[in-house]
């Protein structure tokens, strides 16, 4: 079954740029969604179609997909980013999430 | 727009079965794919399984063996059973639908989730 590999926990200094990844297979070929969900809540979508923001969300998230790493950057990181995010992908019809990664702003 | 309200038991038995419906306001059945996705306590996503408007369902292989979603589309309703459970099951449930029509897309809208606790 596919599999996808998120860094267990990120860091970032207040105003600094953060880097997730999300390694899975020749990810290049997959659409690639990430969620962020702070504590208590539902997760909610930052990130659709690997480069794509939905209404809402600030210019400062932005995503890429290539080879076999996607990565969620986050610009100017602010103390609420302060989240997990979480990468989701389509495989065989079936819906695959990565563990998700701890973004900690410092 | 569309809002999502998870409801049943919060405490199930081990054992028993777990039966959740998601109640869904604002919108319609549609032609949309379904989900029901959990996160165990302290834990990340996982998603368990899917049916769409036609009725046609795919759940996670690691859950196939107990687990079954149905639509009731003069209810505006879908759910959950998840039969022998145990202690692990213990999670936030979640239901969600697909972003778009007729296709695997993304998950967008979300329910605010419910916990169930599985407990003797």
């Known amino acids: 079954s596919y599999e996808l590999t998120q860094p267990l926990s990120v860091s970032v200094a207040l105003g600094q740029t953060a880097s997730i990844t999300c390694q899975g297979d020749?990810?290049?070929?997959?659409?690639v969604q990430w969620y962020q969900q702070k504590p208590g809540q539902a997760p909610a979508l930052v990130i659709y179609k690997d480069t794509n923001r939905p209404s809402g969300i600030p210019e400062r998230f932005s995503g890429s997909n290539s080879g076999n790493t996607a990565t969620l950057t986050i610009s100017r990181a602010q103390a609420g980013d302060e989240s997990d995010y979480y990468c989701q992908v389509w495989d065989s019809s079936t819906v695959i999430f990565g563990a998700g990664t701890k973004l900690t702003v410092l | 727009q569309v809002q999502l309200q998870e409801s049943g038991p919060g405490l199930v038995r081990p054992s028993e079965t777990l039966s959740l419906t998601c109640t869904i306001s604002?919108?319609?059945?549609?032609?949309?794919?379904w989900y029901w996705i959990r996160q165990p306590p302290g834990k990340g996503l996982e998603w368990i399984g899917y049916i769409y408007y036609t009725g046609s369902t795919n759940y996670n292989p690691s859950l196939k063996s107990r687990v079954s979603i149905s639509l009731d589309t003069s209810k505006n309703q879908f759910s959950l059973k998840l039969n022998s459970v145990a202690a692990a099951d213990t999670a936030v449930y979640y239901c969600?639908?697909?972003?778009?029509?007729?296709?695997?897309?993304?998950?967008?809208?979300w329910g605010q989730g419910t916990l169930v606790t599985v407990s003797s």
């Open positions: 969600a639908r697909d972003a778009l029509k007729y296709g695997h897309n993304w998950v967008d809208p």
């Open positions: 604002g919108g319609s059945v549609g032609s949309y794919y």
């Open positions: 020749n990810i290049r070929s997959k659409n």
